[in-house]
């Protein structure tokens, strides 16, 4: 019923802009001469979406989209809290932005309803699972901002791309460009910073109740690594399947192995794997090269993939990294 309501609320709104639209036609040359303000035409994997210009009424529902759109100065009305922060659904570093708390909403459980109640004029999904059902149905709401143009890895809009869509959708593509800048100096001083990471290894990978996974490139997690100067594993990038991680069965932990390993628990304790003797027994573990990430504002900082978050992770993961590798 919420559905038929809101349908028929928005056809009574289309029809009074119509005639709001009529009205101003017979109304004097000045009025009728003012151009109507432009909005933005974003590509997406989906095609070209047009949005309209200055969005007000902006949900969050991609991965991080909640915190670009922060970044840029907009507040959302809904959020979808990807990494369970609670409260405003953003990570710590960033929630103080919100001025009104957001409406938090589901994730891989979504409820569209959910978002028809919030009536936005804008929806932002540019990371996220790129499946064209969910896209259609977002869609027939808002203008829905997808992921880019040929991107064949779910979640795997790039913090660059996720970025641009999201400044370009928002009309604040100069702010965009100015936080991709600063995260571009965070790097740049953090690689001058600890030479040694070049051409080193790392593997990356995570514990959660279904066991081990490790991350592969194209994943916010595994592409942090390497633009520090590492470089994933040929172990685990060769059985990379198109998704942004492998399963890792206990019996082939090694896969882990590398100049440094950095593993981390999902929705868990550290407790649950830190001590698993099949885990310290990689030669990395031996070497004293592992390092468990256990503070989950730094874990979900570099999960993040959002410049916030980066930055973070770049000012507290960083040194975990040199320390570990011995630099």
């Known amino acids: 019923m919420r559905i038929k309501v809101s349908r028929m609320k928005i056809a009574v709104t289309a029809l009074a802009a119509s005639l709001a639209v009529a009205g101003l036609a ?56 990807w990494m369970a922060f609670g409260g405003k659904g953003v990570g710590p570093w960033i929630a103080d932005e919100f001025t009104t708390d957001p409406k938090i909403l589901g994730t891989m459980d979504l409820s569209i309803e959910d978002v028809i109640a919030l009536d936005p004029d804008l929806i932002l999904w540019t990371r996220s699972d790129n499946t064209q059902a969910t896209y259609d149905k977002l869609s027939a709401i808002a203008p829905t901002v997808g992921p880019p143009p040929g991107l064949a890895t779910a979640y795997g809009t790039t913090v660059e791309q996720q970025t641009e869509l999201v400044a370009k959708a928002l009309g604040k593509e100069a702010e965009g460009k100015a936080l991709l800048s600063g995260l571009d100096a965070k790097f740049d001083a953090a690689i001058a910073a600890n030479p040694s990471f070049a051409g080193k290894t790392a593997a990356v990978g995570a514990y959660s109740s279904d066991g081990y996974g ?17 470089t994933i594993p040929t172990a685990i990038t060769e059985k990379a399947t198109g998704n942004f991680y492998i399963p890792v069965a206990n019996e082939n932990l090694n896969l882990f192995d590398a100049d440094l390993t950095v593993l981390f628990p999902i929705f868990l304790d550290s407790s649950a794997f830190a001590n698993d003797p099949l885990l310290r027994a990689i030669p990395s573990a031996q070497e004293g090269h592992l390092l468990i990430l256990d503070d989950p504002a730094l874990v979900n900082a570099f999960s993040s993939g959002s410049v916030p978050g980066l930055t973070y992770a770049i000012d507290n993961a960083v040194p975990k990294f040199a320390s570990t590798l011995g630099a």
Do not use: I, K
């Open 26 to 81: 017979g109304c004097s040359s000045d009025s009728a001469d003012a151009p109507a303000e432009a909005g933005a035409t974003v590509s997406t994997m989906f095609g070209d979406v047009e949005v309209p210009a200055n969005p007000q009424r902006v949900v969050a529902l991609g991965w991080s989209d909640a915190e670009t759109a922060l970044a840029l100065g907009t507040q959302p009305v809904g959020v979808a809290d």
């Open 214 to 230: 490790a991350y592969v490139p194209g994943d916010a997690r595994a592409d942090f690594m390497t633009r520090l100067g590492f």
